[in-house]
Each structure stands twice: as structure tokens, then as C-alpha cells.
């Protein structure tokens, strides 16, 4: 499997070793990864509705935890830039 259209990742992007890990995994190691995510997602939302002030670093997690499903189409679905059997 060759992904020829593999986002180019900033050296200042906050999650970049994060996010070349995404882009690296398999479809089922990443499908794995998208329900963690999910799930704690869900935990950080329920969490923030019994604070007063949201925290910056729940923002934070929030926006990464987006980033293994925004991946997952990129790299499965979107036909320009899937990957392509090898």
C-alpha cells in the first residue's frame, strides 16, 4: 500500500509525531485508534459540562482527538488522495 498524496506535516505543527503516527498506521490499527479517540472525546465534552471554565488543554485534546477520523478520510476515502493498491 503506497500513499502518494501523504499530507505534508509542519515541523511546527503541535501533534506532528502524533500525526505522522496516524498517517502510518493500517486501516484497521487506525479504525482502532478513531474509537479511542471517540471515547475520550466524549469523556473530555462530558467532562468540560461540569466545569465552570473550560480548560485550554481540554480545547486542545478536543481538536487532536479530531485528527485520527480527518486522517482516516484522507487516506481511505477521499478518491484524489487515497492510497492505492499495491
Do not use: G
Not at 511546527?12 to 509525531?17: A, E, L, Q, S
Not at 465552570?52 to 478518491?79: A, C, G, L, P, R
Amino acid at each position: 500500500m503506497k500513499w502518494e498524496n501523504k499530507p505534508q506535516i509542519s515541523e511546527y505543527h503541535p501533534f506532528k509525531t502524533e500525526y505522522e503516527e496516524l498517517c502510518m498506521m493500517s486501516r484497521d490499527e487506525l479504525l482502532k485508534a478513531i474509537k479511542i479517540h471517540i471515547d475520550d472525546y466524549f469523556e473530555i465534552k462530558s467532562k468540560r459540562k461540569n466545569q465552570e471554565v473550560s480548560q485550554m488543554s481540554d480545547f486542545i485534546m478536543e481538536k487532536w482527538h479530531e485528527n485520527s477520523i480527518e486522517t482516516f478520510y484522507w487516506k481511505f476515502i477521499n478518491k484524489e488522495t487515497k492510497v492505492t493498491e499495491e
